[in-house]
């Protein structure tokens, strides 16, 4: 089982960035991707969901709402994020697992990580 995150850069402020979760050793619709985000001096918190299963619906933190959009195709899942804010700043990591709605955002439940993308908002 792999996870490889990228697409990751500098960009200004309401700028765009689509970041790729490439996959393989596994059947994407099996299992829930989410991606989580690192800004420096803080903890890792959970960014968006994409659930398994053929429906595809999808789950994002409140301050990613409307401007974050999560999908997926057969092997990689994308995360196209518009109107970046600096705020915005940090390792994007894709993770890989079967969460319950009530711990998606919990990181324990995820069992294959990718490596992590950096993205820098500034001017």
């Known amino acids: 089982v792999q996870l490889q995150a990228s697409g990751g850069g500098l960009v200004q402020p309401g700028g765009a960035l689509r970041l790729t979760c490439a996959t393989s050793?596994?059947?994407?619709?099996?299992?829930?991707i989410s991606w989580f985000r690192q800004a420096p001096g803080k903890e890792r918190e959970w960014v968006a969901a994409i659930r398994n299963g053929g429906g595809s619906v999808t789950y994002y933190t409140e301050s990613v709402k409307g401007r974050f959009t999560i999908s997926r195709d057969t092997a990689k899942a994308y995360l196209q994020m518009n109107s970046l804010k600096p705020e915005d700043t940090g390792i994007y990591y894709c993770?890989?697992?079967?969460?319950?709605?009530?711990?998606?955002?919990?990181?324990?439940?995820?069992?294959?990580w990718g490596q992590g993308t950096q993205v820098t908002v500034s001017s």
């Open positions: 050793g596994f059947t994407l619709r099996d299992y829930a």
């Open positions: 993770a890989r697992g079967r969460p319950a709605l009530g711990v998606i955002r919990n990181e324990e439940m995820y069992y294959n």
